[in-house]
Structures are given as C-alpha cells and as structure tokens.
C-alpha cells in the first residue's frame, strides 16, 4: 500500500437528548470532531459511526446527524446501538447496507476487510447477537481467511468493571459472538463503542478496544453498584469529547485517541527542536 489507511471512529453521540436545541451540547461536540477530522492534519480514508447515533432513534435526530457529516470528504458508514432504530438510520443514510434486516455489512478496504455488525435489540439496553447474525458472521468471516480483519460493534463483548453500565459475560450473546471469532487468525483487532470510556483489552486472543464517546463520558468508577440504593455516586461528567483514529498499514493495527479541545501548545517544530528531530529520524535502519 501506498500509505496507511486511517479509519476515524465516532461513537455515542446520542443526538436529541436535548430535544428542541439546533446547539444542544451533543451536536456542538460532534461539529467540533467533524471539523477535527475534516480539517486537521490526519484526515481519515473513512469515518464509521459506531452506535447511539441518536437518543431516541428518531427520523429528526438522523437527518440532523446526516446534516452534520455531510461536508466529509471521505465516506461515512453508521452503525447501530441500543439507542438506535435500524428504519430511521437507514432513511437517513440510504447508502447503508442491511442483511436479514440487520445493519451488518462488509467494507473491502486497501488490503483490509472491516466487518460491521449490529447489535441492537430492540427494548434492550444491552447487546443482542441472534443466531441469525452469528450466522453471517462465521460466513462472512470463512470466505476469506487470509486478508487481515477487523471488525466492529457497538456493544464490547466484555466486562469492564463499570457495573452500572457493562453486560454481564456470561449472557448468551457473548458466547455466540466468541464461537463465531475463535480460531480466525486473520482477525487484527475489534473496536467498540457503548461504554463512554477509552478501554483496551483482549477477546478470544484478539486485540480489542473501546472508544470514548463524543457525549459527556461515563464517570470512571470500578465499586460495585446496588440498583437499590442510590449511593450519590457521579455517572456522567463532562470530560472533552473523544475520537479513535485506527491506522492500518498493511502489517499492524493501531489505534489512537484525541481529546477535542483548545490545549496550549508547548512546542513546535522549529529551529530550537531540528537537533532532537534529526536525532531520532537518524536512528532509525535505512529504508
């Protein structure tokens, strides 16, 4: 390949919880990662939405999400979360592509597949992952062995310690996704969204990594929760918006993360740093 391929990764932007507000704070930080992406130094081949898209799933919250990825240059594919609705994601973004009624779909990139599952249920905060979708995934997954693959979802098929929020890893849908990966070498990394939090870990053997969210970020609190007695805990907190940026350069997948914001620059590439620059660039073996 020429030069890496970088797939940009938003995800819980959870659109329209503040109904009625054209600059509620969801939209103002998602506008300010497009411009990130847009107009920064590492623009992206791709930008792959990964669930809780919207708050409620409704047709306004898309066409206002549809609105604001629209100056991107580069293709935009959406994926599904709990807070999502598989009819109204579609309307909004015709070009998704659906297989047994569900938004799982196969990009075929520069040497990289990246494999997009669905694991909405409808009526549920956590994960569904039927037989149905296992199915195309073990397919998808056997007609090509070889060619590195990544794949994504909403859910992360783990606990992480965040009690309040995780799925449990016992439920049947982690079994289910687990026999449909295990054994596929070709698989390079999963990523994630769901948690609100930036989180790395490993699955089955393979790499698997979490994005923080573009909506305020989940609390950072591993105690154990009783559902029964509110303790006063904090659950949200305005942390800045964050972005996954995944490079793929045909051997290796690395994933970086960005807070949005105005940060004070230390320093810049001038004449002061050219000694230290050219120290570790001489470093390095000839091409």
Same mark, same amino acid.
């Given at each position: 390949?020429?030069?890496?391929?970088?797939?940009?990764?938003?995800?819980?932007?959870?659109?329209?919880?503040?109904?009625?507000?054209?600059?509620?704070?969801?939209?103002?930080?998602?506008?300010?990662?497009?411009?990130?992406?847009?107009?920064?130094?590492?623009?992206?081949?791709?930008?792959?939405?990964?669930?809780?898209?919207?708050?409620?799933?409704?047709?306004?919250s /898309?066409?206002?999400?549809a609105?604001?990825?629209?100056?991107?240059?580069?293709p935009?594919?959406?994926?599904?979360?709990?807070?999502?609705?598989?009819?109204?994601?579609?309307?909004?973004?015709?070009?998704?592509?659906?297989?047994?009624?569900?938004?799982?779909?196969?990009?075929?990139?520069?040497?990289l597949?990246?494999?997009?599952?669905?694991t909405?249920?409808?009526?549920?905060?956590?994960?569904?992952?039927?037989?149905?979708?296992?199915?195309?995934?073990?397919?998808r997954?056997?007609?090509?062995?070889?060619?590195?693959?990544?794949?994504?979802?909403?859910?992360?098929?783990?606990?992480?310690?965040?009690?309040?929020?995780?799925?449990?890893?016992?439920?049947?849908?982690?079994?289910?996704?687990?026999?449909?990966?295990?054994?596929?070498?070709?698989?390079?990394?999963?990523?994630?969204?769901?948690?609100?939090?930036t989180?790395h870990?490993?699955?089955?053997g393979?790499?698997?990594?979490?994005?923080?969210? !573009?909506?305020?970020?989940?609390?950072f609190?591993?105690?154990p929760?009783d559902?029964?007695?509110?303790?006063?805990?904090?659950?949200?907190?305005?942390?800045?918006a !964050? /972005?996954?940026?995944?490079?793929?350069?045909?051997?290796?997948?690395?994933?970086?993360?960005?807070?949005?914001?105005? /940060?004070p620059?230390?320093?810049?590439?001038?004449?002061?740093?050219?000694? !230290?620059?050219?120290? !570790?660039?001489?470093?390095?073996?000839?091409?």
């Amino acid at each position: 390949m020429d030069r890496p391929l970088l797939i940009a990764q938003l995800t819980d932007i959870h659109i329209g919880f503040d109904r009625g507000n054209p600059d509620e704070h969801n939209m103002l930080r998602l506008r300010e990662a497009i411009d990130r992406l847009v107009n920064g130094p590492n623009r992206p081949d791709l930008l792959l939405l990964t669930g809780d898209l919207t708050e409620f799933g409704d047709a306004e919250s /898309y066409a206002r999400l549809a609105e604001a990825v629209a100056p991107c240059p580069f293709p935009v594919w959406p994926m599904t979360g709990n807070h999502d609705d598989r009819e109204a994601l579609v309307a909004a973004f015709p070009q998704t592509p659906l297989n047994d009624g569900f938004v799982q779909f196969v990009l075929d990139l520069d040497g990289l597949r990246l494999i997009v599952l669905d694991t909405l249920e409808p009526g549920r905060h956590g994960a569904g992952f039927c037989e149905t979708r296992a199915k195309w995934l073990v397919d998808r997954l056997a007609e090509d062995r070889t060619t590195p693959t990544v794949i994504a979802m909403h859910h992360p098929p783990f606990e992480s310690g965040i009690a309040w929020l995780d799925s449990d890893a016992r439920e049947p849908w982690i079994a289910r996704f687990a026999d449909a990966v295990r054994g596929n070498g070709q698989i390079c990394g999963i990523i994630a969204g769901h948690l609100h939090r930036t989180i790395h870990t490993q699955f089955e053997g393979f790499q698997l990594t979490v994005c923080s969210s !573009i909506a305020p970020t989940v609390a950072f609190d591993l105690t154990p929760i009783d559902p029964e007695t509110p303790d006063n805990r904090p659950m949200i907190t305005d942390e800045p918006a !964050i /972005y996954a940026l995944h490079r793929w350069d045909g051997k290796q997948f690395v994933s970086h993360f960005e807070g949005l914001g105005l /940060y004070p620059v230390w320093a810049r590439f001038d004449d002061s740093l050219k000694p !230290i620059v050219r120290i !570790i660039h001489d470093e390095r073996p000839p091409a």
